[in-house]
């Protein structure tokens, strides 16, 4: 194994070569359809072994073993679970052999499990994990010098997956992930995000691979190029994928990837390899390419800290706006939200959620302590109806170490734990979990003594606990200080010791500082009055982070002008925008003050699946006929997901979410349409083809077809193209949807079309899957391509009225 230093200064003293596409080469030479490349660890080692070596030659300095899809749970699909651990082995074995008497290194490859983790799937967190600490475990025995992550679009599942390996190997990792336009994964998260999570889990290196070729992910290198010294990673496909003479093709030549080879040095990459379609002689040419040129230097934009979401990312920067801790899903003081939390119901909290969004929140604070109640699964439920809500980072707030763990398995990004404090046995318990998780942290200035009277006693509770952070492992970057406010009226002089506090904060250990500001006026008239002068003291002192009720005014305002005055809103373009013009100050309107069509829309535009049937019942009730609410309400309601979804507004997990609360109410409805008049438009087969084993992206297809009145019949995957055939006559479809995610089964979709037309089946045929385009399905004559689920919809649509 090399060392994570070892790994860091060959970085900084060269460009370092990785190999190309493993499955590309093995295609060519005997891999079957429907057969797992991995399989041929066992049963062909002399391909793989030459493969390797091939690469070696052409220059690589890190080869990857063959085990992409080596985890338990993809490896079930070819019914090769059991075999997981030696495939593992025998893979680092015989890269082994192709790399001895060389410089090269050997890195144990980790790709997706196959299966997508809620909300956007069906898997859970702790499964995940297991089945990446069973291949990492196998992986690192065999005595691989590195790993490599990567191909990943889900942050969870890429979450899951660097957890396992860190927790299970000492060695560098590599962490990467594909962006389908250089700006997002087909999930949502952007590469400033990924990069953000990556970190916190203490990635050593930062990746970029697959996509469609060099260009789009030269474009996702220069968004993140400049926010982290960690070393860069590419891996481009040779371009997208295409059908020559009934063979697939991939179009970036040796001599294009080198040209881009020497682009990404200039940006400062430092690791440089290919990926599909890329064989030896595109590596000879990019480690040709580079000859001669060194890693660049990058500075790094400063920055205190960051905090995210799946898809957002906060940074907390002296020159960057100043960010707000949203604190109203707390139960302190509040009956209603105490008995919803009690009950299990959380529409409340769905509610606030999203107004304090509108409101200027940048991170919500959540705390479920309710007498009586389980703590850690409400925190769970809780966590999981934020996220689906709002997109904004979260601050996980507990005295409950348990329900602050389960709070991390199902968090999407990079959170702040509030809280712990300088005692020994807090920190034993908080900080392992932030390290574990790849949280933030909060720290408290107080221990088993209370709070200590004097800024110079806080101050070296603080320091104390910077240092064990730092110790276990964590960054200055994932430590915040609350210095801790008291209210004036029973400590007079403890305010001015807090705002002396955030200053030697500030100063002298250089992390970033959160603080609750209303605390400081309870008990006293006028206690906006008193807040906003108390925050804007605190900010001139140093505080980043205040913790706030969003929806004061006083409290808004007072940040606004503070982020002109401090030279935070350059121009004062934010200011001129909210206040160039004065309007009567109107009284926020309630949610539920709304008209009734108004929130069903929304409910399913936002995925609101906890009220979803209460307002059907309702509107039911109001006289509202079933197939009018549909097509009137939800239908329209469902096609606003679809056009945000083409704006890169809305990713997979508010489609799929949309769909499943659609999926509610029209299982509600359809009970009670006029006979004769069921909404119904048509059945549709659906089918991954013969020799293919992915079928995420074709459940989802089926979920959204469902909810826009088809009835689909989803035959699953590994479909043999008699049964397509049959079903397609015997239900007497209109449509059949052909998917594929390999370049080697996509050509079974031409077949496909070959022998329905022989057959003279008349349904339209549209294909799609991500090694397909518009040119493969013309060529081959299918009816229509969809490249997603909403595009899958409205093909569909223009073919039904003979627009398409």
Not at 167 to 178: E, L, S, Y
Request: charged letters at 25%.
């Amino acid at each position: 194994m090399v060392t994570r230093q070892e790994f860091l200064d060959r970085t900084e003293r060269e460009i370092i070569i990785l190999d190309g596409g493993m499955g590309t080469l093995l295609q060519a030479r005997g891999l079957g359809i429907g057969q797992a490349p991995e399989e041929f660890n066992l049963v062909r080692s002399d391909v793989v072994e030459q493969a390797h070596r091939e690469f070696v030659q052409a220059g690589s300095k890190i080869i990857l073993t063959n085990t992409f899809g080596g985890t338990s749970i993809k490896l079930d699909e070819y019914n090769l679970g059991s075999k997981a651990k030696v495939i593992n082995e025998q893979a680092v074995k015989i890269a082994r052999r192709a790399a001895k008497n060389s410089d090269t290194w050997v890195a144990g490859c980790i790709g997706p499990c196959g299966k997508y983790l809620k909300p956007v799937g069906k898997l859970d967190f702790a499964p995940a994990y297991h089945t990446f600490a069973g291949q990492v475990k196998a992986l690192a025995g065999a005595d691989v010098d590195l790993l490599i992550i990567e191909t990943m679009s889900d942050i969870r599942e890429a979450r899951a997956a660097m957890m396992a390996a860190r927790h299970n190997f000492d060695g560098p990792i590599i962490a990467q992930m594909t962006f389908a336009d250089g700006r997002n994964t087909v999930t949502g998260t952007d590469p400033l995000t990924a990069l953000t999570v990556f970190e916190a889990l203490d990635a050593d290196a930062f990746g970029i691979n697959c996509s469609t070729g060099p260009e789009e992910i030269f474009d996702a290198i220069n968004l993140v190029r400049r926010k982290t010294t960690l070393p860069l990673v590419v891996e481009p496909n040779a371009g997208m994928p295409r059908i020559e003479e009934g063979r697939t093709c991939f179009p970036a030549s040796p001599e294009h990837l080198a040209k881009y080879a020497k682009k990404f040095v200039a940006a400062g990459v430092n690791v440089i390899g290919a990926c599909c379609g890329a064989g030896p002689t595109h590596i000879k040419a990019i480690s040709d390419a580079i000859q001669g040129l060194k890693p660049l230097i990058r500075k790094r934009d400063r920055c205190r800290s960051r905090l995210s979401s799946r898809d957002c990312t906060i940074e907390i920067c002296a020159d960057q706006p100043i960010r707000m801790i949203g604190e109203r899903i707390n139960p302190t003081g509040r009956k209603k939200l105490r008995a919803e939390l009690r009950e299990g119901k959380f529409h409340l909290v769905r509610q606030e959620a999203i107004e304090q969004a509108k409101a200027g929140a940048d991170v919500l604070d959540i705390n479920v302590g309710v007498p009586g109640i389980n703590e850690p699964e409400t925190m769970r439920q809780v966590i999981k109806v934020v996220q689906q809500a709002v997109n904004l980072p979260i601050c996980i707030d507990s005295s409950n170490p348990e329900a602050i763990r389960v709070a991390l398995e199902e968090i999407e990004g990079k959170p702040l734990i509030n809280s712990t404090t300088a005692e020994d046995d807090k920190l034993d318990q908080i900080l392992p979990l932030a390290k574990h998780f790849g949280a933030a942290v909060l720290g408290l200035t107080l221990d088993e003594n209370g709070i200590p009277e004097t800024a110079e006693e806080r101050l070296k509770l603080a320091q104390k606990i910077v240092r064990r952070g730092l110790e276990i492992g964590l960054r200055h970057e994932d430590i915040f200080i609350d210095p801790l406010t008291l209210t004036i009226s029973a400590e007079p002089k403890r305010s001015a010791e807090s705002l002396r506090t955030l200053r030697m904060i500030h100063e002298q250990v250089g992390v970033a500082t959160v603080m609750g500001v209303s605390n400081v006026s309870y008990g006293l008239p006028n206690r906006a009055l008193l807040n906003r002068t108390f925050l804007s003291m605190a900010l001139q002192n140093g505080l980043d982070l205040p913790i706030l009720n969003p929806f004061s005014e006083s409290a808004r305002q007072t940040i606004d002008a503070a982020n002109v005055l401090l030279n935070r809103d350059r121009a004062a373009k934010k200011f001129i925008s909210n206040y160039g013009h004065v309007e009567e100050e109107k009284a926020k309107a309630a949610i539920d003050s709304r008209p009734l069509k108004d929130r069903l829309y929304d409910t399913i535009l936002y995925g609101n699946r906890e009220m979803i049937l209460e307002l059907i019942d309702q509107a039911l009730n109001e006289g509202w006929e079933a197939l009018g609410l549909n097509e009137k309400v939800l239908i329209p309601a469902l096609q606003e997901v679809g056009r945000r979804y083409d704006k890169r507004e809305f990713f997979l997990p508010q489609v799929i979410l949309a769909a499943e609360t659609m999926q509610d109410a029209f299982k509600r409805l359809k009970e009670l349409f006029p006979a004769g008049e069921a909404h119904n438009r048509g059945k549709i087969i659906l089918a991954t083809v013969k020799g293919d084993v992915h079928d995420i992206g074709k459940n989802i297809v089926a979920v959204v077809l469902e909810n826009y009145g088809y009835e689909v019949i989803n035959l699953g995957k590994n479909v043999n193209t008699r049964v397509i055939i049959e079903a397609a006559a015997e239900e007497k479809a209109k449509f059949v949807g052909l998917s594929a995610l390999m370049t080697t089964t996509m050509v079974e979709m031409g077949r496909v079309v070959h022998d329905m037309r022989e057959a003279g089946i008349p349904a339209k045929v549209i294909v799609g899957g991500a090694v397909v385009n518009k040119s493969f399905s013309d060529e081959i004559g299918a009816d229509g391509y969809g490249k997603d689920a909403m595009e899958a919809v409205k093909i569909i649509d223009l073919l039904l009225n003979g627009k398409a």
